[in-house]
DNA sequence: CGCTTTGCATGATGATCATCATCGTAAAAA
DNA sequence: TTTTTACGATGATGATCATCATGCAAAGCG
């Protein structure tokens, strides 16, 4: 090998990052190859030596990003009372911050929408990545049966809901009113 | 006018129709001027005489899908007794037939993901739409305070995520999964 | 120090994209 | 019947897309 024999697994690594990243702020089909290579420096050419196809990137980067965001969660979520858990994931969740950088933030909320459309690769891991988010969320419920009563799916569909609808609509107002209403939703009702 | 005076509105119309329902099915980016057009058995030339760019396409079809549902919806309704137009309506959300079927479905739910990067007009459009949405769900609570306790802001989150995640998993159990729990919190809780 | 290996660059392919300028033609108006 | 008018077809523009074939140059191995 030219390189040192880790070198081509890095640049690998570094291309599933920055997609990872532009695909969730800019969308997948919005993010061309070239142009993501040539972010780090490097042109087309090399990438289909990395990956069989744009397709194979997608699932990596679908993958990339909700180890990240698992990986993180559980640090912080660890340094806090095991009663207090629910609270900080869905503060954090559900806030203006998180609203405004899709790029470093929920894949589901962000791809969710393309998922749909996309072929089974990519899906899958998708699919596990959602998974992966449900058993965090049951794993942090206070007491039986979860947030206010609600079960990990439906918790998931409602934050995922309403940072998806907080983004999209274009009265900050009514923004901050989906994050707002959702939180409240989600903490235990009772003081 | 060489045709009837009707006639350039009713193409606009189709345009609009045609629109609506592929964007929703194929996501906005993935659809072509050209071969929108095609479908109506036009050339891509005279789409500029309708609209002064695709944006201005994507906020009209944005409107035109809401309003259809709307209108849609409002029918089903207006033939059911109050107290029964909750669950009438989370009942048909969360079936798998709307599952199954974007291009005629919530456009909330299929396009709400990349409205967040559109321009404003679009955006626009869609915030309205969302707003008639809400409006709609606040009307049809059976009484106080909403559907199972939810403001319709969170109703309509949980519903627009349970849809939108049911779409992109690719596991058919945790699909279904989404919908179900997603509509037993929407119902009222006691028999 | 030369050989082999291979990651990446270069460039080509053919397709599609949004947008616009031009023009024929068919229908309405006269 | 003749004139007018504008819808929509044709074709060009320049950009970008995913993908692949070829070739260089550098790094590890002998």
Redesign the interface.
């Given at each position: 090998m030219r390189y040192h024999s880790r070198h081509k697994a890095e640049v690998r690594q570094q291309i599933i990052r920055m997609a990872s990243y532009r695909f969730r702020?800019?969308?997948m089909?919005?993010v061309g190859i070239a142009n993501l290579m040539s972010d780090l420096g490097l042109t087309h050419g090399g990438f289909y030596s990395h990956f069989r196809d744009k397709e194979a990137l997608v699932a990596a980067a679908c993958r990339h990003g909700f180890d990240e965001l698992q990986q993180r969660l559980a640090e912080v979520l660890a340094a806090v009372p095991p009663d207090e858990r629910l609270a900080t994931l869905v503060e954090h969740y559900l806030s203006p911050a998180h609203r405004d950088r899709?790029d470093d933030g929920c894949v589901?909320?962000?791809?969710?929408?393309?998922?749909?459309?996309r072929d089974?690769p990519s899906?899958?891991a998708?699919?596990a990545g959602?998974?992966a988010q449900l058993a965090l969320l049951a794993h942090c419920q206070p007491q039986r049966g979860g947030c206010g009563g609600?079960?990990a799916?439906?918790a998931?569909?409602?934050?995922?809901?309403?940072l998806?609808?907080s983004?999209?609509?274009?009265?900050p107002e009514?923004s901050l009113?989906?994050l707002e209403?959702?939180k409240?939703?989600l903490m235990p009702?009772a003081d």
């Open positions: 702020s800019e969308g089909d919005a899709p589901a909320a962000a791809l969710g929408g393309e998922m749909a459309r089974q899906r899958q998708f699919t959602v998974e609600m079960t799916s439906v998931l569909a409602l934050m995922v809901g309403a998806l609808l983004r999209a609509v274009s009265d009514l009113r989906f209403e959702a409240r939703a009702p």
